[in-house]
């Protein structure tokens, strides 16, 4: 199964990036790959993670406050955002 990133998300992922390098050296990395280690997640169980919405669901980002929100379009998975978890909750919405 392939996936993708919303423009928005991509915007999304390089900024939480950002931040936890300039918290901690190398932390934005660690981050990073904890994003990719759950894209993994949905790619291989897309039905597992928990339904926000009729199209979208979330996948939990490890050792982050952080939830990959996704949908799934016939063998493609969209990343619609890369969501800090204690903001906004539903400002992703419109992206579907």
């Given at each position: 199964?392939?996936y993708?990133?919303h423009?928005?998300?991509t915007?999304e992922?390089?900024?939480?990036?950002?931040?936890?390098?300039?918290c901690?050296?190398?932390?934005?990395w660690e981050?990073?790959?904890?994003?990719?280690?759950?894209?993994q997640?949905?790619?291989?169980?897309?039905?597992a993670?928990?339904?926000?919405s009729?199209?979208a669901?979330?996948c939990?980002v490890?050792?982050?406050?952080?939830?990959v929100?996704?949908?799934?379009r016939?063998?493609?998975i969209?990343?619609?955002?890369?969501?800090?978890?204690?903001?906004?909750?539903?400002?992703?919405?419109?992206?579907?």
């Amino acid at each position: 199964m392939k996936y993708s990133f919303h423009a928005a998300a991509t915007v999304e992922l390089r900024q939480a990036v950002d931040y936890y390098n300039a918290c901690r050296p190398d932390l934005g990395w660690e981050f990073a790959a904890e994003v990719q280690a759950a894209i993994q997640r949905i790619v291989a169980y897309p039905e597992a993670w928990t339904p926000l919405s009729k199209r979208a669901r979330r996948c939990l980002v490890r050792r982050f406050p952080y939830g990959v929100v996704y949908e799934r379009r016939g063998d493609t998975i969209r990343v619609l955002a890369v969501m800090q978890l204690n903001r906004r909750p539903g400002y992703w919405r419109d992206r579907l």
